[in-house]
């Protein structure tokens, strides 16, 4: 089961542009997925301390297979740590966020490599969360690949408010489009989220031939 580029990337972004402060931690959120022919589930938790949120995040494939996903974000959007592993418990791949020597860390499978933290990073995986703090309509960031071990270009636009209806139920939704600068536009298709205004999260996410829709919310 591939898994997707999106789910393992991080970013680092400014207070003034993204405001998680209100963001819904009280609640159990799991969604279904199809890419490429396979199916699988995910569920996501958060927990908020302090100043920071840790998420966790577990993929449930229909052969049998999971992944886990870990990490920590600020309440700016701004990434920390995440790290991925799989059924066996193997760290797959791990990304650290170093912001006072502006470098990141990452280690796939005992490769490691050290690259340089430039302005407004954005990961993968808090991706999801920090856009449903959006405040501007329009952002430009990088975003970092652990897979990749690297970082790209990308833009962020807010595309309107949308009513849809997934299994979970019908939300009123932000529309944002991300795409990505130079020659990875040529490669990586639009990913477009549409994330509910009352609690932040995402309900639904399309990149390529992969639809993410959430089908359940529950009290953890």
Not at 39 to 52: A, I, K, M, P
Not at 54 to 82: A, H, N, Q, V, W
Not at 142 to 155: K, L, P, W
Not at 189 to 214: A, F, N
């Amino acid at each position: 089961m591939r898994y997707a580029l999106i789910l393992i990337a991080v970013f680092t972004v400014f207070a003034a542009d993204f405001d998680l402060s209100k963001l819904d931690v009280e609640n159990l959120y799991t969604y279904r997925l199809s890419e490429d022919g396979d199916r699988y589930t995910v569920e996501r938790s958060l927990e908020l301390t302090g100043d920071q949120i840790t998420l966790s995040t577990l993929k449930k494939g229909d052969d049998g297979s999971t992944m886990r996903i870990e990490g920590r974000m600020k309440l700016d959007g701004s990434p920390i740590y995440s790290k991925s592993v799989d059924s066996n418990g193997n760290v797959v791949c791990s990304a650290t966020y170093d912001y006072d020597r502006e470098k990141v860390y990452f280690d796939k499978e005992g490769k490691k490599k050290t690259i340089s933290l430039k302005e407004n990073p954005l990961d993968g995986m808090t991706m999801e969360i920090a856009i449903g703090g959006m405040q501007v309509s329009r952002y430009e960031c990088n975003g970092y690949s652990c897979e990749r071990q690297g970082s790209a270009g990308m833009v962020v636009e807010k595309k309107g408010t949308e009513t849809i209806s997934v299994p979970a139920g019908t939300f009123t939704t932000v529309k944002t489009e991300h795409t990505f600068d130079g020659l990875l536009s040529l490669v990586i298709p639009t990913i477009t989220y549409w994330h509910d205004i009352e609690s932040g999260h995402c309900v639904r996410l399309k990149v390529g031939d992969t639809l993410k829709e959430l089908v359940k919310v529950e009290k953890k």
